[in-house]
């Protein structure tokens, strides 16, 4: 006896730990952690954030070295010339380039060479083993193409503008999974709630069934009444058949979207929102959605880019500068020296300029830039007013989804409070049975379109929530 109690103690238990609450938020993070295409937007979309400051790479500071073994052997036209050089090259710098477009190089080069001589009773050569080094920095700013730094920048901004378009878009990816799994949430509670009518409905319909057989055994009624509630009773039968199967279709995609291999949800969902459905949605202020302003980003980049590449094909003028110091000695530590210490200067300071000859085809470019330059703006302005179009449709749509449902509930209140009159009339004998079967499938029908209604509501209700702005 007590092994029994303890059995039916244990399987309470474990019948109650199954039926735990599992809400709305608590579905989404299941879907998070456990929805391979979820944790993927996840992911893309930190990667993109990380990745913002990759248009900054042409500006940041650079540091390089080279190194270099050499070997040259020299024809003889003198026998003061030497026949061979060998030696050792490295040089170390540290490149910039600024926003206005000046690019900088400081750098430090050094090589040691060694010179064959031919014999001779004397050379005119102070050293054939010696260290030649050198600080040098040069300088040049564009005037014309990437003038100040115009097609540089257009370029960086492009870039950036085409990574926060990724970031959106796998926002939005992940965004849109959420509303298809808070779809899929209400839809599966729409169907428990249609399962759990019909089944009233099942319920209501076989104690007519049972009714009208009494009465037929008693000869008040003719056998086709009691058919009428047979065949009522085994319609409410089928629509409950259909409505588990489409429960159960309903149940495994619910488990799909959180990554579970099963096709049974045992848990309790939360009811529909209540107050919730009735939000009034902002006109236009702190309205946003990721997808929309990924294609506003995309035409950006693209107008950029153009622009970017228009200043490409400009003449080039560019004014360039060069200044530093050398050091020569057999010494290492005295050619350092002497670099550093800036006995021996040397400047330099000039122009330089090209530009192409083929004017025909650098026009035809040029107008092909600027022709991607206004089409990038068009797209850019469409995706703005379709993003309006939509937002206000959607707006009309959820107005129109409010006032169906609040006439479905007031439909069913009629339909209950008809349907329990017409119960009592039959009983009185007042009615037909036929009549009020009619009543009971309206009424039945009522209550399913109602939770349709419903569901309705909610889903569009999801499509506003993902223009809301989102941190």
């Known amino acids: 006896m007590r092994a029994a109690v303890f059995a039916v103690l244990i399987g309470g238990a474990v019948a109650a730990q199954a039926q735990t609450q599992l809400t709305l938020e608590q579905y989404f993070e299941q879907v998070r952690a456990q929805n391979h295409e979820a944790r993927a937007a996840v992911l893309n979309a930190q990667g993109a954030e990380l990745r913002f400051k990759e248009a900054d790479a042409p500006v940041i500071p650079e540091l390089y070295a080279e190194y270099n ?6 024809e003889q036209n003198s026998t003061f010339a030497q026949e061979r050089v060998e030696g050792d090259q490295w040089k170390t710098g540290l490149r910039k380039q600024w926003t206005f477009g000046l690019q900088a190089d400081l750098y430090f080069n050094a090589a040691r060479s060694n010179l064959t001589m031919p014999a001779a009773p004397f050379t005119p ?30 370029d960086m901004d492009a870039n950036r503008a085409r990574l926060k378009a990724e970031y959106l878009k796998a926002k939005f990816a992940l965004k ?16 428990n709630q249609i399962i759990k009518l019909q089944e009233e409905n099942v319920d209501r319909s076989g104690k007519m069934r049972d009714l009208m057989r009494r009465k037929y055994g008693q000869r008040l009624v003719d056998d086709v009444d009691s058919l009428q509630a047979l065949a009522a009773h085994e319609t409410r039968e089928l629509e409950l058949m259909a409505s588990r199967d489409e429960r159960a279709s309903v149940a495994r995609q619910f488990n799909t979207l959180r990554g579970l291999n099963t096709d049974e949800v045992n848990e309790i969902l939360q009811p529909f929102p209540g107050q919730e459905l009735a939000k009034k949605f902002a006109e236009k202020a702190g309205i946003a959605r990721e997808d929309f302003l990924s294609l506003i980003e995309e035409a950006r980049s693209m107008e950029l880019k153009a622009r970017s590449s228009r200043s490409s094909i400009q003449p080039k003028l560019d004014l360039v500068a060069s200044m530093g110091s050398n050091g020569i000695d057999g010494v290492t530590s005295t050619a350092y020296s002497e670099a550093t210490e800036i006995r021996h200067p040397f400047w330099a300071v000039g122009l330089q300029f090209s530009v192409a000859l083929d004017f025909g085809k650098i026009h035809d470019i040029r107008s092909g830039y600027e022709a991607n330059r206004r089409a990038a703006r068009s797209l850019a302005q469409n995706a703005e007013f379709t993003f309006e179009r939509t937002y206000k449709d959607l707006l009309s749509r959820y107005g129109e989804a409010q006032r169906r449902f609040q006439k479905a509930q007031e439909l069913e209140g009629t339909q209950t409070d008809l349907v329990q009159r017409e119960r009592q009339r039959l009983i009185n004998g007042r009615t037909t049975t036929f009549q009020t079967m009619t009543f009971e499938q309206n009424l039945a029908a009522a209550q399913i379109q109602r939770v349709k209604a419903q569901q309705a509501l909610v889903q569009f209700y999801n ?7 989102q941190p």
């Open 125 to 154: 050569f102070r050293y054939t083993d010696y260290m030649e080094s050198t600080v040098t920095l040069d300088l040049k700013q564009p005037l014309w193409r990437n003038g100040f730094g115009d097609g540089m920048r257009a």
């Open 176 to 191: 849109n999974i959420l509303l298809r799994a808070e779809d899929t949430y209400w839809n599966l509670v729409s169907q």
């Open 463 to 469: 499509v506003l929530k993902t223009f809301e702005v």
């Open 69 to 74: 073994r050499f070997d040259r052997k020299l």
